[in-house]
C-alpha cells in the first residue's frame, strides 16, 4: 500500500492542469512506495479556484498561499504561478519544512535563486523544478546514447524555440494569461520563458556552458498593460540568439523568438559529433534522429528512431511498441521519478541548485545582449 504524499496546489492555470493530471494517473502506471493525494488548491479567485478543485477532484482549497504553507496536512508545496512569486513562495515553503516542486525558471534572477537554493538546503526538503523535457523518452534516450560515447567528442550543440503568439502589436502585456509580456511577472521574455528550457536540456546533455555572447530584440516597443490601463514601455526579451562555449570544447548556438510565423511551439536541438549526429523536435516528439558515421557506407544514413520499445526510457509504463505517449506524459514521468527518488532517499534532477545553473546562463545571455559582449556565466 503506497503511502500518501499530500499536495498543496498554487495556480491553477497551464501548469496546474498538466500537474494536477501527473499526480492522478502516476500511480496507475509507476509502482511507487508514495501516491499523491491531492489535498489542496490555492487561487486567489474563491469561486474559480473551487470550480477547479471540484474539476479535478481537490480534497479543499485555500485563498491566501500562506495559509496553504501553513497547514500542517500538505506535505510538499507545488509551484504553479507567475515567475515573480516563485522565491517568496518556495523560501516560505522550505522554512515551513514542505518538499518544494517549483516551476521553471527557477526564478527571476541568480539572487533569488540563490536564496532559494540556500533555503531548500538549510531546510533539508526534497525540491526540484519542472523542466520537463528531460523525461520526453526520446530526450532521455539522447541522454543516454550521449553518456554511452556513442558520438564520440562533441563539437556542436544547436538548439531552437520557436513561436509566434506575440506578433500583434494590439496585444495588451500583463495579467491573467499575458503575464509573459510584462518583464515585472515574467523576468525576462523567451530567454527566461522558452530558452531556459532549451539551457537545461543542453546542460543535462553536453555539461557546463561558460560563456555566451548574445544579442536580444523587443520588436513591440509599447504595449497597453491589463493592470494599470496605460500604455507602457515593454521590458521583454521577443527575440534572443546567443552563441556559448561549452565547458567540454563545444560551441552552442541558440536562436527563441515568440515571432517567427508558423511556428507554435518549435523546440528543436541538434548535437553533431566526432562519430555521429542526433536530432529531436517537440513537434514529432516521439521520436529520435541518429546517425552513425562508423555505418556501412552503402547503408549509412539517417535513423528515425520512434521511441516506443519498451527497452526505451519509461516506455516499458505504457502501451505496446509502435503506440507513441505524448507531451502531459513528462510531467507523469518527472512526478514519478520524484516519487521514487524520495522513497530512494535521492534528490530529483534537476534540484533548485541544478537548475540555478539554468538561471546563470539565462542572466549571462540578458547581460551580453545589454553590453554587446561576451560574458562568462
Ligand atoms: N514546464 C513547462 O513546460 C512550462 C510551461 C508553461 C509554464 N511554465 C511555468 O509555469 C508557471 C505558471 O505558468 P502557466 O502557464 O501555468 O501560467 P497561467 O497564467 O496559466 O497560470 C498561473 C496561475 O497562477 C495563479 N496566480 C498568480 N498569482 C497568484 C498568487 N499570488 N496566489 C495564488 N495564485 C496565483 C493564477 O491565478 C493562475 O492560476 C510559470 O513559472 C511558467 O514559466 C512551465
Not at 522550505?94 to 526564478?107: F, Q, W
Request: glycine share 8%; hydrophobic share 40%.
Amino acid at each position: 500500500m503506497a503511502k500518501p504524499l499530500n499536495i498543496g496546489l498554487i495556480g491553477y492555470g497551464f501548469m496546474g492542469r498538466t500537474h494536477s493530471n501527473a499526480y492522478k494517473r502516476v500511480n496507475d502506471f509507476f509502482d511507487l512506495q508514495y501516491r499523491p493525494t491531492l489535498k489542496a488548491v490555492c487561487g486567489r479567485d474563491a469561486e474559480k479556484v473551487g470550480e477547479f478543485a471540484s474539476q479535478w477532484q481537490y480534497e479543499s482549497v485555500e485563498t491566501d498561499w500562506k495559509a496553504l504553507i501553513n497547514r500542517d496536512d500538505i506535505d510538499a508545496i507545488d509551484i504553479c504561478t507567475p515567475n515573480n512569486m516563485h522565491a517568496e513562495i518556495a523560501i516560505a515553503a522550505a522554512k515551513a519544512g514542505k518538499m518544494v516542486l517549483c516551476e521553471k525558471p527557477l526564478s527571476m534572477d541568480v539572487e533569488e535563486g540563490e536564496r532559494m537554493v540556500a533555503a531548500v538546503a538549510e531546510a533539508g526538503v526534497a525540491n526540484t523544478v519542472w523542466y520537463n523535457y528531460r523525461r520526453v523518452p526520446a530526450v532521455t534516450l539522447a541522454k543516454q546514447l550521449v553518456d554511452e560515447g556513442r558520438l564520440g567528442r562533441i563539437f556542436h550543440y544547436r538548439a531552437q524555440f520557436l513561436q509566434d503568439w506575440t506578433i500583434d502589436a494590439a496585444l495588451p502585456q500583463g495579467g491573467a494569461a499575458l503575464w509573459r509580456l510584462d518583464a515585472g511577472a515574467a523576468g525576462s521574455g523567451v530567454t527566461g520563458d522558452l530558452l531556459a528550457h532549451c539551457i537545461d536540456t543542453a546542460i543535462w546533455l553536453n555539461g557546463s556552458i561558460q560563456d555566451v555572447t548574445a544579442m536580444t530584440e523587443t520588436f513591440v516597443k509599447e504595449r497597453m498593460h491589463n493592470l494599470t490601463g496605460q500604455v507602457e514601455k515593454v521590458g521583454i526579451d521577443d527575440a534572443c540568439a546567443f552563441l556559448c562555449h561549452f565547458e567540454n570544447g563545444s560551441l552552442g548556438l541558440f536562436e527563441s523568438t515568440r515571432y517567427a510565423r508558423g511556428h507554435k511551439a518549435l523546440y528543436t536541438f541538434e548535437i553533431n559529433g566526432e562519430h555521429g549526429s542526433l536530432r529531436w523536435d517537440l513537434h514529432d516528439l516521439h521520436r529520435l534522429e541518429y546517425f552513425d558515421h562508423r555505418e556501412e557506407s552503402i547503408i549509412r544514413g539517417w535513423h528515425d528512431v520512434h521511441v516506443t520499445d519498451g527497452d526505451m526510457p519509461y516506455m516499458d509504463k505504457w502501451w505496446v511498441p509502435g503506440l507513441q505517449i505524448g507531451y502531459e506524459h513528462t510531467f507523469v514521468h518527472q512526478v514519478a521519478d520524484f516519487l521514487e527518488d524520495l522513497a530512494a532517499g535521492r534528490p530529483t534532477s534537476p534540484t533548485f541548485a541544478e537548475a540555478l545553473e539554468t538561471q546563470k546562463v539565462c542572466q549571462a545571455v540578458l547581460e551580453s545582449a545589454e553590453k554587446t559582449a561576451w560574458t562568462f556565466v
